[in-house]
């Protein structure tokens, strides 16, 4: 199955509907992933939902849309099947995944705080803006945004990729790591790296950021240019870590869907073209 992310054009309705349960988002055979709300009216009325939520737009690129949550044992017809979020992620771009992650984002903040975690009472959305409150203490949660860094390493033309557990050795990425309370994004780069490959490094460079729904990462992407020591990888977390000639990569992630890519790709196109120029000034 390879849901479509592109909502149909309708110009009088501009909210999307999307439909998780639990953890999952329901996609079907012969329809989008994602309907449009006047599309929806019918398909929701057949379930007896856990909640609604609205999420304002934030953007062109991010519109608004309504998320309809179910209970984790709700029943679902023939035509309907839940999906994990990174296979829906795989069949496209990042930028056409985008709305439907912020959704995924929302609905497992609000399956993961159905009760005060202060008195323990229930907790429900509030209607003027995106806050579950205790119905007892009046405590408010926010959706939580976890901040990470993600840093490729540089050698002139090579690049140091490492392998997690979680991902094996035939895929390699870029070093990430969560930003620790009180701590700075650069400070974190040089922390992470040294924590799990035993390296000294400098003249970081800022690319961008992304965010990153698995569940709620906000992924802070750098350059950095090795400096000092020797690979001495942390075998809690790396499975390995290689320096890579840029002409000799492994598998790493695509650049249309993760930052990691961009940063990848982004250096190779950089060497690439310093390597012709300097062809060319030779010639």
Request: charged share 20%; with cysteine; proline share 7%.
């Amino acid at each position: 199955m390879t849901p479509q992310l592109t909502p149909p054009h309708d110009n009088t309705v501009s909210v999307i509907q999307y439909l998780f349960r639990g953890r999952e988002c329901i996609v079907t055979g012969s329809e989008p992933a994602q309907w449009l709300s006047g599309h929806a009216t019918k398909e929701l009325e057949r379930f007896q939902s856990l909640t609604r939520l609205q999420l304002p737009a934030l953007s062109v690129k991010q519109p608004g849309c309504e998320i309809t949550l179910l209970e984790e044992g709700a029943e679902l017809p023939g035509h309907m099947e839940p999906m994990p979020m990174r296979d829906i992620l795989m069949t496209g771009s990042f930028d056409s995944f985008a709305p439907l992650g912020r959704a995924g984002q929302v609905a497992q903040w609000f399956n993961d705080h159905r009760y005060c975690g202060r008195c323990a009472a229930p907790m429900q959305p509030a209607t003027e803006q995106l806050v579950l409150s205790c119905s007892s203490c009046q405590h408010h949660v926010y959706p939580r945004i976890n901040p990470c860094i993600i840093v490729l390493i540089t050698r002139g033309r090579e690049v140091l990729l490492a392998s997690h557990h979680r991902h094996g050795k035939a895929f390699y990425s870029c070093l990430a790591g969560f930003i620790e309370a009180g701590e700075s994004a650069e400070d974190a780069v040089h922390r992470e790296v040294m924590e799990e490959v035993g390296i000294k490094i400098g003249n970081l460079r800022y690319l961008g950021s992304q965010p990153w729904p698995f569940p709620s990462q906000l992924m802070f992407g750098f350059y950095a240019d090795y400096e000092s020591g020797e690979i001495d990888a942390d075998q809690d977390e790396i499975e390995d870590a290689v320096w890579f000639d840029i002409d000799d990569l492994p598998f790493v992630p695509d650049p249309e869907i993760s930052i990691a890519g961009r940063l990848i790709a982004g250096y190779r196109q950089t060497q690439l073209n310093k390597q012709e120029r300097q062809e060319k000034g030779d010639s």
